[in-house]
C-alpha cells in the first residue's frame, strides 16, 4: 500500500521569498507523484507530476519538484513566492498497478506575507 | 470551456433527506471518480467508474452510491445525509487508467441540517 507524508500543515513565507514544501512518500512499487492546488471553495488543479525520466519535473505558476529515490521524496518548490501563491497544496501518489486511484497527502497550505 | 461541471455548488439538505450531487465532463475521458474533502483534510476517494464498471472503495458508506448513465455524467446519490456528511464533494476524470492525470471539478458543498 502506498502513503504520502506532508510536513508541516502551515507554512508561511514572504513574497519574494523561497517556497519548499515537503512531501514524503511510501510505495513498494515505482510510483507516480502528483502535486496538486487547491484555491478556497474550489477544485483541485494540477501543477505537475512525475512519472519517469527525468527527476526533476518542472509545472505551472513557476513550480517544479524533484523525485529522489533514495530519500522517498518529491518536495516542491518555487524560487520566488506571489501573493496569488497562497493556497492549499496536496502532494498525491499513485502505483502503476493494483490500486491505481491517488493517495493524497493531508495537505499544506501555504500562506504568503507581503 | 469548462470541463468538469459540478452542479450545483453549494448543497443544502435535511438530515435524513436524499440528495444528489451531479458532475458532467466534456473530455470524453472513461474514468470518472467521486471524492469526499471534509474541512482541511486530503480529499478521500468515495468510488470510481470505469466506463460502466463500478469500483467502491472499501470503506465507503452503504450511505453513498453512485449512477453513470452515459460517459459524459455521473452522479453521487447519497440516501440518507447525516450532519458527518456536510463535505466538499470533488468529482474528477482521467483518460483512462494509463493517463495518470486527473482533472477536477470545482467541487459541491454540501451542507446538512
Known amino acids: 500500500a502506498q502513503s504520502v507524508t506532508q510536513l508541516g500543515s502551515h507554512v508561511s513565507v514572504s513574497e519574494g521569498a523561497l517556497v519548499l514544501l515537503r512531501c514524503n512518500y511510501s510505495s513498494s512499487v515505482p510510483p507516480y507523484l502528483f502535486w496538486y492546488v487547491q484555491y478556497p471553495n474550489q477544485g483541485l488543479q494540477l501543477l505537475l507530476k512525475?512519472?519517469?525520466?527525468?527527476?526533476l519535473v518542472k509545472g505551472i505558476n513557476g513550480f517544479e519538484a524533484e523525485f529522489k529515490k533514495s530519500e522517498t521524496s518529491f518536495h516542491l518548490t518555487k524560487p520566488s513566492a506571489h501573493m496569488s501563491d497562497a493556497a492549499e497544496y496536496f502532494c498525491?501518489?499513485?502505483?502503476?498497478?493494483?490500486?491505481?486511484?491517488?493517495?493524497f497527502g493531508s495537505g499544506t497550505r501555504l500562506q504568503v506575507q507581503p | 470551456d469548462a470541463m468538469v461541471i459540478q452542479n450545483p455548488r453549494y448543497q443544502v439538505t435535511q438530515f435524513g433527506k436524499p440528495v444528489t450531487l451531479s458532475c458532467s465532463q466534456t473530455?470524453?475521458?472513461?474514468?470518472m471518480y467521486w471524492y469526499q474533502q471534509k474541512s482541511s483534510q486530503a480529499p478521500k476517494l468515495l468510488f470510481h467508474y470505469y466506463d460502466k464498471d463500478f469500483n467502491n472503495e472499501a470503506d465507503t458508506p452503504d450511505n453513498f452510491q453512485s449512477r453513470r448513465p452515459n460517459t459524459s455524467f455521473c452522479f453521487l446519490d447519497i440516501r440518507s445525509p447525516g450532519l458527518g456528511d456536510a463535505a466538499m464533494y470533488l468529482c474528477?476524470?482521467?483518460?483512462?487508467?494509463?493517463?495518470?492525470?486527473?482533472?477536477f471539478g470545482p467541487g459541491t458543498r454540501l451542507l446538512v441540517l
Open positions: 474528477a476524470t482521467s483518460r483512462d487508467w494509463v493517463e495518470e492525470t486527473q482533472y
Open positions: 512525475y512519472t519517469t525520466g527525468a527527476t
Open positions: 473530455l470524453n475521458h472513461n474514468v
Open positions: 498525491a501518489v499513485r502505483v502503476h498497478t493494483g490500486r491505481r486511484a491517488l493517495t
